[in-house]
């Protein structure tokens, strides 16, 4: 197995940066949740290849409690076609990481519960939505962490 230390043009186009995340939790939030664009969510996403329905994620964010988690995940495209539009979804692992600027995600909620059962703080994410994409390189998507937090985010590729 060969590593080059540069990207080729067309492996460059199976890149995307995920920013902007809009959060809102739809159910009992009296202030103690971080919300709104509080998440800072950034992620680069890498397709397995060109026409794969399958991409993986790795990136940052602040969990619903303010902390600093690390945020890894596969995407699947459920439904997409000759449209601009694409179901989703991501499943992945929110949650502490060895730094110590990742290491308080299983302080609080979900997160401190699977610390006190696994060790690791960290809490399961699935995430369903719909991406419109506007242009070849920027697209907009909006879905539900589930059980109930509402999202926003945007996405830029390199296609």
């Not at 009296?30 to 919300?35: F, V």
């Not at 076609?81 to 299983?106: I, M, N, P, Q, R």
């Not at 979900?110 to 995430?127: A, Q, R, V």
Request: proline residues 1%; hydrophobic residues 35%.
């Amino acid at each position: 197995m060969t590593f080059t230390a540069g990207t080729d043009a067309s492996e460059i186009n199976l890149y995307s940066i995920n920013t902007g995340s809009f959060v809102y939790h739809l159910t009992g939030n009296y202030g103690q949740y971080n919300e709104f664009f509080d998440n800072r969510f950034f992620s680069v996403e890498r397709k397995f290849s060109e026409d794969s329905k399958y991409s993986a994620l790795l990136g940052t964010m602040r969990n619903s409690f303010g902390d600093r988690c690390i945020a890894m995940g596969l995407r699947r495209d459920w439904i997409s076609g000759d449209s601009d539009w694409v179901l989703k979804g991501v499943y992945g692992y929110t949650g502490e990481f060895f730094f110590d600027a990742l290491s308080h995600c299983g302080d609080h909620g979900s997160y401190h519960d699977f610390k006190k059962i696994t060790g690791i703080g960290f809490s399961p994410y699935i995430y369903h939505a719909i991406q419109y994409n506007f242009t070849s390189y920027f697209s907009i998507e909006s879905g539900i962490i589930i059980p109930s937090v509402f999202v926003v985010s945007v996405q830029w590729s390199f296609r």
